[in-house]
Nanobody, 122 residues
């Protein structure tokens, strides 16, 4: 049974770093594009970053460009999000998704994980 599992979230202070991981199993996620989205309370899910099945190119939301880096391992089944210089406005539940193309829209992803909470205090 296919699944995506996120990990690495936590409570940090502004300026700190976190590294999120998303492990795919039970499916050929190695051939799919993957992306990170986040959702804060009472807000819609928003695009953060995406990566092709090959590992490049990568795409970022303007709000995280220069601070976050998306990558995936050689087996292409694990995706990472390195988050540096975190800000309180980065606080959200972070989800990983997998789909055909690395689009900045949640509806473009077929498979989703359960999310990992990131909280940044000021």
């Amino acid at each position: 049974q296919e699944s995506l599992v996120e990990s690495g979230g936590g409570l940090v202070q502004a300026g700190d770093s976190l590294r999120l991981s998303c492990v795919g199993s039970g499916r050929t996620f190695s051939t799919k594009a993957m992306g990170w989205f986040r959702q804060a309370p009472e807000k819609e899910r928003e695009f953060v970053a995406a990566i092709t099945w090959a590992g490049s190119p990568t795409f970022y939301a303007d709000s995280v460009k220069g601070r976050f880096t998306i990558s995936r391992d050689k087996a292409k089944t694990t995706m990472y999000l390195q988050m540096n210089s975190l800000k309180p406005e980065d606080t959200a539940l972070y989800y990983c998704g997998a789909g055909l193309n690395p689009v900045p829209r949640a509806e473009g992803y077929t498979y989703w994980g359960q999310g990992t909470q990131v909280t940044v205090s000021s």
